[in-house]
């Protein structure tokens, strides 16, 4: 059973940046992988998707030119790199993998990790 751990999550102003990680663990795990967020009282939304080698990634619009997702394949860790944050950024972030990648519609979910962004 793959398991997905995410971390890094936290309060930052505006203007600001965090990194969050998402370790895999249970099995080897080389498919795609990626990060969606649930602010409250709202659906949970696709940010950014990567493939199993690393060498493809897509944004939603409004993580393009701000969030960067990335893999170390040897830690079997997935990263989204946050810069400029903004207060409606503020969110329930969580990993995920598997399933299909475009759109991307994961087999596999974190528990979640809380970005709060103050203004």
């Known amino acids: 059973q793959l398991q997905l751990v995410e971390s890094g999550g936290g309060l930052v102003q505006a203007g600001g940046s965090l990194r969050l990680s998402c370790a895999a663990s249970?099995?080897?795990?080389?498919?795609?992988r990626g990060w969606f967020r649930q602010a409250p009282g709202k659906e949970r939304e696709f940010v950014a998707a990567i493939t199993g080698s690393g060498l493809s990634t897509y944004y939603a619009d409004s993580a393009k030119g701000r969030f960067t997702i990335s893999k170390d394949n040897a830690k079997n860790t997935v990263y989204l790199q946050m810069n400029s944050l903004k207060p409606e950024d503020t969110a329930v972030y969580y990993c995920?993998?598997?399933?299909?990648?475009?759109?991307?519609?994961?087999?596999?979910w974190g528990q979640g990790t809380q970005v709060t962004v103050s203004s």
């Open positions: 995920a993998a598997g399933g299909n990648y475009y759109p991307f519609s994961p087999d596999y």
């Open positions: 249970g099995r080897t795990f080389s498919s795609h």
